[in-house]
């Protein structure tokens, strides 16, 4: 329902035009408004489902560490280049995420970047970002 | 006819040429290795893949994608049978028979079962798929605008009424979906809208970023590595071939299958879920010995096997011959083949014979491929599934990101995966199911295009979605399947869909 109604909001300086000639604002405006009703049926639906405290987030930590990871990864990918994003975000996941032995992480980490890079640089000729050092 | 047997030989002239059979014999590798690991399905396989495509013509494009998709079912079972863990949601059945028989040392003989019901199947679906598909396109050609918003309105309704997930849920990701396929310039008007002043999203919001980040970073959020750590049983290649009942057991299953999953393949939905699900109940209702489903009946592994590789092929008729996605990854397939040119429809097969037919003759040598690669390879393959998924999924993650910029270029775009991954696990965690939002992303430029044609035509009446006989009956069709959808809904009956919802929320 939210979300419909920020498309009301953010479309209203959308041309609605006629019926004869819909503007751009038409579409997403009736598709709004049918989200908006949808939303409102699964609400008032809501209370057959189980209640918000019975879901399971046990693997929410999990997640969040994963998803955080992933963010500072793709900050820097642009920046920093795909050798050193990806092989930081591979030892990261391996070592903070899964607690895997640091060295064994390390190893795999560096084998795996190394070949995705010469598969999509040198293989595939699809250029990756590079970083101040060229790769 | 004749003229259907010489286009297809022309096919083959094109699937058969080296550069061609490497490409569909790599996606059938990638799709059986994408089909085994639980945690990454054909979608995200098929998404991450996308941009090694673009260096590629069409036709190898699409003959590598689609032979990830269909490999994909074929990859599946292998997991389900071995460890008891659906490699892909299609193989949720294959578990509970294939790894009663592999408990009871009988592992090569379902996976041989599961792998000739799958060749069977797909070849059943193929030989089908190229009668019907040109027929299909010529009626299709006679589509105006009305007929192709009536046609694209029955997709979504019926995408709503199979799902498993409740017809209003459906519907409000479809809406969401269409509401971000929205995003960026109007093709009629050429007014920006929604995209923040952002130049990335002035082209809208594409369909790989959403569909990765949905349907791979979601997955992994939802996959705690700890719960997919278990038993791989070795299978012998010397036990790999059924007893005698063990084949009279199955082949009725696998014909019933095959055709069951090619008619609900060409069903908008989770077709090749759905048909799995159908073909186990149908085998249970029919047997003679009903009592033996759950402990190891060959016909529970053939009948679901052959249903969902036909249902793959099933998928390819209203894709290619009406420019229909009845499923996300078959939107993913539109898109692929949009991005080479190529406009999948009725036009496709005059204006692209070398693609359309290419790419069917190619399929015929893929399931041949497939079954070389899951039979005698098939001991070569169980070691895959001995990597632990605490080193695999960080690896997906690296792809997820790689695949996703590779295709614009473009960082927002990777940043639009991430949130949706965050989003596609939000939506697991509260019954959503987000394939309709992918599908609703890709048909809304169309479903918006034809609308407002439609309107213009008729000087905005609605009346022209009615006058005109095949949008009336299509139209006729939503309502009949909404009347059903409430009237099961008010006499709150469990169906078959309640049971496949439950029988689905059983995966890992």
Redesign the interface.
């Known amino acids: 329902m939210l979300i419909g109604l920020a498309v009301l909001a953010l479309g209203s300086d959308l041309p609605m035009g006629r019926l004869s000639m819909p503007g751009a604002g038409f579409v997403p405006t009736l598709v709004a408004v049918f989200t908006i009703l949808l939303g409102g049926l699964v609400v008032i639906g809501g209370r057959a489902s189980p209640p918000f405290s019975s879901l399971d987030w046990s693997d929410s930590r999990h997640a969040g560490t994963i998803v955080l990871t992933t963010a500072i990864g793709v900050t820097l990918y642009t920046v920093v280049g795909f050798v050193i994003t990806m092989g930081l975000l591979l030892l990261a996941l391996l070592v903070v995420a899964e607690r895997r032995n640091i060295v064994r992480a390390t190893v795999f980490s560096l084998v795996i970047v190394i070949l995705v890079f010469g598969l999509f640089d040198k293989l595939l000729k699809a250029p990756l970002p590079s970083g101040p050092l060229g790769f | 006819m004749e003229g259907t047997l010489d286009a297809l030989l022309h096919g083959f002239s094109i699937a058969l040429k080296p550069g061609n059979l490497w490409y569909a014999f790599l996606g059938c590798l990638v799709g059986t290795l994408v089909g085994m690991l639980p945690g990454i399905g054909p979608l995200s396989g098929i998404s991450i893949l996308l ?2 495509t ?2 590629l013509n069409a036709t190898q494009a699409v003959i590598m994608l689609a032979g990830i998709y269909y490999g994909s079912q074929y990859g599946g079972s292998t997991t389900s049978i071995l460890m008891r863990i659906p490699g892909e949601a299609a193989s949720v059945m294959t578990c509970i028979d294939g790894h009663a028989m592999a408990r009871k040392g009988r592992a090569g003989a379902a996976l041989c079962i599961a792998a000739v019901g799958s060749f069977i199947a797909g070849t059943f679906g193929i030989i089908v798929l190229t009668i019907v598909a040109p027929p299909l396109a010529t009626l299709a050609l006679r589509f105006g605008p009305p007929e192709y918003t009536a046609l694209l309105l029955v997709g979504l309704i019926f995408l709503a009424y199979m799902s498993s997930t ?1 017809l ?2 459906t ?2 990701m479809a ?2 979906g ?2 971000l396929g ?1 995003v960026g310039i ?1 093709n ?2 050429g ?1 920006f ?2 995209s923040f002043d952002l130049p990335a999203l002035g082209d809208g919001i594409g369909i790989v970023p959403v569909a990765v980040g949905l349907f791979g ?1 979601g997955e ?3 996959t ?2 700890a719960r997919l750590q278990g038993e791989v049983i070795r299978p012998r290649l010397r036990e790999l071939w059924p007893t005698r009942a063990e084949w009279r057991e199955a082949a009725l299953p696998i014909a019933r299958g095959s055709v069951l999953g090619f008619i609900i393949g060409i069903i908008p939905g989770s077709a090749h879920i759905i048909s799995s699900f159908l073909s186990y109940a149908l085998e249970k209702k029919v047997s003679k010995h009903p009592e033996q489903f759950g402990k190891g009946a060959a016909a529970g592994v053939a009948g679901p096997e052959s249903a969902n590789n036909a249902a793959s092929t099933g998928a390819f008729v209203p894709m290619l011959a009406l420019g229909l996605p009845t499923g996300p990854i078959t939107a993913v397939l539109i898109g692929a083949l949009m991005i080479h040119g190529v406009s999948a429809g009725p036009q496709l097969i005059d204006e692209h014979a070398s693609v359309f037919w290419g790419f069917v003759a190619s399929m015929y040598v893929g399931n041949l491929m497939l079954l070389a690669l899951n039979l005698p390879l098939v001991g070569l393959f169980a070691n895959v599934l001995r990597i632990p998924y ?2 695999l ?3 997906i ?3 997820c ?2 695949g996703v ?2 295709v614009n270029h473009s ?1 927002v775009d ?2 639009i995966m ?1 949130v949706m ?2 989003v596609g ?1 939000g939506l697991r ?3 959503f199911d987000p394939a309709p939002l992918v599908l609703g992303l890709v048909i809304a430029p169309l ?2 295009q034809s ?2 044609q439609s ?2 035509m008729s ?3 609605y009346m022209i979605f009615l006058s005109r006989p095949i949008a009336a009956g299509l139209l006729a069709l939503c309502a009949v399947l909404l009347l059903l959808a409430a009237i099961s809904a008010i006499s709150a009956r469990r169906d078959w869909r309640g049971r496949l919802a439950e029988a689905t929320e059983e995966r890992p």
Do not use: A, Q
């Open positions: 941009p090694v673009f260096g409740s209003v849920r519907l409000l809406c969401v269409l509401m929205m109007d009629l008007t007014h809208r929604f970073l992994i959020l939802s705690p590595s605490s080193y999924y960080p690896l993650i690296m792809f990101v790689v910029y590779e960082i990777v940043w991430l991954g965050v696990y965690k509260f019954g479903f918006e609308l407002r309107l213009i000087n905005g009446n």
